[in-house]
C-alpha cells in the first residue's frame, strides 16, 4: 500500500485500537466509523498487527453483515422484517421499498430492533421510526432520491 | 416554582416524537409565560401511549398521551400544568391497571429516573446491594443467591448459584464475568429497556458477581442494532469509574473491577454465549462445541461467568433485599419476576413485569387488551424459536415448568400476538429463512436444514404435488435439526415449524388438481 493519508489513519487506528484483547472486531468498527466501509488496503495492515493471516481478518470481516467491503450508497433503509413488524406489515413497506427507492439507497433486513410495541420499525440512516407506514415510508424514500 | 415534566428518553420513545414534543413544550411554554422544568426519563414501557408526558401535581405523577407536537397548545391551554382534563389525560399514571397489577423488582424505576443520572440511582436503593456484598463477604452472598432460586432469564433456566459456584470454585488464576447483551431475539426489549434506562443496575449487577467469583475484567457484548443501549452504558461505566464504584480499587474494598462494551456487529447467533465469546476474542462468531462450559473454559480459555442482562440486573435486588424476598415472587422452581415485552398486534404493547405464574390469556387481554382489529389468532412465545399457541391453550401460565410440559418455551418472555390476516405458512418460512441467515454454518443440521427445510415449505404453500411426502420430510427435518444441531439456533427451529404446521394444516394447502 502506497503512503497515503489513509494509510496513516488506519495506523492510527491501528494503534488506537490494536493493544487491547481481541482487538479485531473494535478496530473494524473504528475503521468502519472512519471511512464507512473497511477499505481493502487496510486488511494486510490489520492482519500484520494482529498476527493474524489475510484468511483469518477477511473470514471476520464477512461473516458479520455490520462490515462493507465496498463504499456503501449515501443512505441506508433498514427495515425489521421479524415476526412482530411483519404482523403488522413489514412485507408490504419491504415491497414498496425494494419496487421505490433511489440508486443512492441500500434496502437491509434487519431482525429486530427491540420495536416490537410499535411496529413496524425501520431504521433510515441510523434513525429508527416505529409504526412506520406508506406515507411515511414514501416521503422517506422521495427525501432520499 | 416551576412545574417537572416527565418524558422518556428511550429510542423507541424517541421514535415515536418525545424528542421533537419536549422541544415544541419548552418553547411553548416559554412563549405562555409558563415555568416547568422538562426532565428526560427512561420509559414506562406503556409504548401505546408514548410519546408520553408525566406532571409532577403533587398528588401524584398526571399523564397525558400519546402525544404529538400539534397537541401543546391545546394542553397549555387546558392547564394541563395543573394535571388538567384534556382528551389525551390518563390520570394518576400509577393507577393504569396495566401498571397497577404489575410488580416491577427490575424496572422499579422505569419512567422515574434519569438513565444516567448516579444521583438518581442512589436516591432509588442504587448500589446498596453493592455495599451490602462488600460488608457481609462473597460466601453470605453466594448463600443469598442460592435462597433467591435465581435461573438464568436467558432461556435455560440454569440455576445461577451452580454457574457462580463453579467459576468462584476454579483454580486461582484469570477469569471473567461476561453479559450476553446481544440476546437478538425478536420480539424481546426488555434487555433494550434496561440497558438504555437503568444502565447501572447492569454494572452493579456485574460489579457484585465480579467480585463473588474473582474476575476483575468483565465485558459486556451489546447487538449493535440497540445503539443508544451501547452510549449510556459507556457513559454510565464512565461515570462509575469516576465515582469509585468500578476500577483498581471498587469503593475502597481494595478489589479492581473494569467493565467494557464490546459493539456486536450484527449476527444473531453472537447471542449464543459460545459465539459470544469467540466474538469477543475477535473470531468469527462461531459455535463452540461442548464441553467444555464456559464457567470452566470460557473468554481466552478461562473461567467465565456469562450472563444475560435480566440475569444481572437481577443480582442488585437480591443483594439489597435478600434472597428470601426475590424467592417470595414466583412460584414452583419459577422465582422472582419476568420482564414480559408484549408486541405485534396487541392494543397495549408495553412492558409487563410480574411474578411468574400469570395465565397468558390475562396477560394478551387484561394487559395486552386484546388485538387492534378482531381476534388474537396466535401469540409466539420466547422468540422467534418459540412455539406459537393459539387460544385453546391461552390458560397456561407463565412457568418454565409450564411451557416446557406443553412443548412450547418462554425463552426471554417476549410475546408476539398476531391476528387473523397473518399468513402462518409466512411465519414457518420466515423461521428458515431467518435461520438460514444468521446460521453460523459450523454444523449441517442447521445451515444446510434451514434452507432444505424453505424450499420445503415454499412447495407446501405452492400445493405441493407430493403434499404428504413432503409434510413426513418436514417433520424428520426437524427432528434431525433438534437432536443434531450444536446450539439452539437449528435446535429449536423445530418449535415455531411444527407449531405452525400442527395448528393451521390449512395454511399448508393441499395439492390441488389444475
Known amino acids: 500500500m502506497p503512503p497515503s493519508a489513509d494509510s496513516d489513519v488506519i495506523s492510527q487506528l491501528i494503534a488506537a485500537h490494536g493493544q487491547q484483547r481481541g482487538a479485531l472486531l473494535p478496530l473494524l468498527h473504528a475503521i468502519q466509523a472512519r471511512f464507512t466501509f473497511i477499505p481493502a488496503p487496510a486488511i494486510p495492515e490489520i492482519a500484520a498487527a494482529l498476527r493474524l493471516s489475510r484468511a483469518e481478518v477477511e473470514g471476520v470481516i464477512s461473516f458479520y453483515a455490520d462490515f462493507y467491503r465496498e463504499p456503501p450508497p449515501l443512505h441506508r433503509l433498514r427495515i425489521c422484517r421479524a415476526e412482530s413488524c411483519r404482523a403488522c406489515g413489514s412485507e408490504d413497506l419491504w415491497q414498496q421499498a425494494s419496487a421505490g427507492h433511489g440508486a443512492q439507497t441500500a434496502i437491509e433486513t434487519v431482525y429486530c430492533f427491540g420495536a416490537c410495541a410499535a411496529s413496524p420499525a425501520i431504521e433510515f440512516d441510523g434513525r429508527l421510526c416505529c409504526r412506520v407506514d406508506a406515507a411515511q415510508l414514501d416521503a422517506l424514500l422521495k427525501d432520499a432520491s | 416554582m416551576s412545574v417537572r415534566i416527565r418524558i422518556s428518553e428511550d429510542s423507541v420513545a424517541i421514535a415515536l416524537g418525545a424528542d421533537a414534543l419536549a422541544t415544541a413544550l419548552a418553547q411553548a411554554a416559554a412563549q405562555h409565560g409558563e415555568s416547568l422544568e422538562i426532565i428526560r426519563v427512561s420509559s414506562r414501557g406503556l409504548y401505546w401511549l408514548e410519546p408520553l408526558i408525566e406532571v409532577d401535581t ?378 438460514a441467515a444468521e446460521s453460523c454454518g459450523k454444523c449441517t443440521p442447521c445451515r444446510i436444514g434451514s434452507v432444505r427445510g424453505g424450499e420445503i415449505i415454499d412447495r407446501l404453500r405452492d400445493g405441493s404435488a407430493q403434499h404428504d411426502q413432503d409434510v413426513a420430510l418436514l417433520l424428520e427435518l426437524c427432528d434431525t435439526m433438534r437432536d443434531g444441531s450444536l446450539c439452539a439456533l437449528g435446535g429449536m427451529l423445530h418449535y415455531p415449524v411444527r407449531s405452525a404446521l400442527t395448528l393451521f394444516p390449512d395454511a399448508f394447502p393441499k395439492w390441488r388438481a389444475k
Open chain 2, 58 to 435: 403533587g398528588q401524584g405523577s398526571f399523564g397525558y398521551g400519546p402525544l404529538a407536537v400539534s397537541d401543546v397548545e391545546s394542553l397549555l391551554a387546558a392547564g394541563f400544568l395543573q394535571g388538567a382534563a384534556h382528551p389525551l389525560a390518563l390520570g394518576p399514571v400509577e393507577s393504569l391497571p396495566f401498571l397497577e397489577r404489575q410488580q416491577r423488582l427490575l424496572f422499579a424505576r422505569a419512567g422515574k429516573t434519569r438513565p444516567l443520572s448516579l444521583d438518581d440511582y442512589l436516591a432509588s436503593g442504587g448500589y446498596a446491594g453493592l455495599k451490602r456484598v462488600l460488608a457481609a463477604g462473597g460466601d453470605a452472598f453466594m448463600a443469598e443467591l442460592e435462597a433467591s432460586g435465581l435461573r438464568g432469564r436467558g432461556g435455560a433456566a440454569f440455576p445461577a448459584h451452580l454457574k457462580w459456584a463453579t467459576v468462584r470454585g476454579a483454580a486461582s488464576g484469570e477469569r471473567f464475568v461476561v453479559c450476553n447483551a446481544d440476546e437478538g431475539d425478536s420480539g424481546a426489549y426488555a434487555d433494550r429497556m434496561l440497558m438504555e434506562g437503568d444502565p447501572y443496575a447492569l454494572i452493579e449487577g456485574m460489579t457484585i458477581a465480579a467480585l463473588c467469583v474473582g474476575a476483575r475484567h468483565g465485558y459486556i457484548y451489546v447487538r449493535s442494532e440497540y445503539p443508544q443501549a451501547i452510549a449510556k452504558l459507556q457513559a454510565a461505566i464512565g461515570h462509575a469509574r469516576a465515582a469509585a464504584y468500578l476500577g483498581d480499587d471498587v469503593l475502597g474494598s481494595g478489589q479492581a473491577f473494569e467493565l467494557e462494551v464490546r459493539q456486536g456487529a450484527g449476527a444473531y447467533i453472537c447471542g449464543e454465549e459460545s459465539a459470544l465469546l469467540e466474538s469477543i476474542e475477535g473470531k468469527r462468531g462461531q459455535v463452540r462445541a461442548r464441553p467444555p462450559l464456559p464457567a470452566s473454559h470460557g473468554l481466552f480459555g478461562r473461567p467465565t461467568l456469562v450472563h444475560n442482562v435480566l440475569s444481572l440486573a437481577s443480582i442488585p435486588i437480591i443483594a439489597r433485599d435478600g434472597g428470601a424476598a426475590f424467592y417470595h415472587f414466583g412460584r414452583e422452581r419459577s422465582r422472582g419476576t419476568l420482564p414480559l415485552t408484549l408486541g405485534g398486534c396487541l392494543q397495549h404493547g408495553g412492558l409487563v413485569e410480574t411474578a411468574f405464574g400469570l395465565s397468558l390469556r390475562t396477560l394478551l387481554y387484561d394487559f395486552g387488551a386484546g388485538a387492534k382489529n378482531g381476534e388474537i389468532k396466535a401469540v409466539q412465545v420466547g422468540g422467534p424459536l418459540g412455539a406459537w399457541i393459539t387460544a385453546s391453550d391461552f390458560d397456561l401460565l407463565i412457568d418454565y415448568e409450564a411451557f416446557a410440559a406443553h412443548g412450547a418455551i418462554l425463552g426471554h418472555g417476549s410475546v408476539v400476538a398476531v391476528d387473523a390476516s397473518c399468513d402462518m405458512a409466512g411465519m414457518a418460512r420466515l423461521a428458515f429463512t431467518f435461520c
